[in-house]
Nanobody
Framework: QLVESGGGSVLVGGSLRLTCTAS?????MGWFRQAPGKEREFFAT???????TYAKSVQGRFIASKDKGKNTLYLQMNDLKTEDTAMYYC????????????????????WGHGTQVTVSS
């Protein structure tokens, strides 16, 4: 129900754009990532008002956006660092079980299968 695309390999300082297409309308959508041996990091959410919230680790470098008409979420990643290397997942929720999307980012009901992002020096 959620399909990510756009991952790949880039050099430090490079950019990538991820796309997530949902088969349903999710009031809350977002992104998380997980690197080998590390915990999941939920780093961006977008709600149906267009409010976007980021974790400090990506603030100023990553830009999330949503096309409501297409149920599609985007992630523009700039100035990539080696520590950004991870599997990136899209997530979404109808959002009728809670109020704040960012506050509930760890309990979204639907996840994609992920797309790998590798940043090398």
């Amino acid at each position: 129900q959620l399909v990510e695309s756009g991952g790949g390999s880039v050099l430090v300082g490079g950019s990538l754009r991820l796309t997530c297409t949902a088969s349903f309308y999710g009031r809350c959508m977002g992104w998380f990532r997980q690197a080998p041996g590390k915990e999941r990091e939920f780093f961006a959410t977008v709600d149906d008002t267009g409010e976007i919230t980021y974790a400090k680790s990506v603030q100023g470098r990553f830009i999330a956006s949503k096309d409501k008409g297409k149920n599609t979420l985007y992630l523009q990643m700039n100035d990539l660092k080696t520590e950004d290397t991870a599997m990136y997942y899209c997530m979404a929720d109808v959002g009728n079980r809670f109020d704040g999307c960012w506050q509930s980012r760890t309990v979204f009901e639907y996840w994609g299968h992920g797309t790998q992002v590798t940043v090398s020096s």
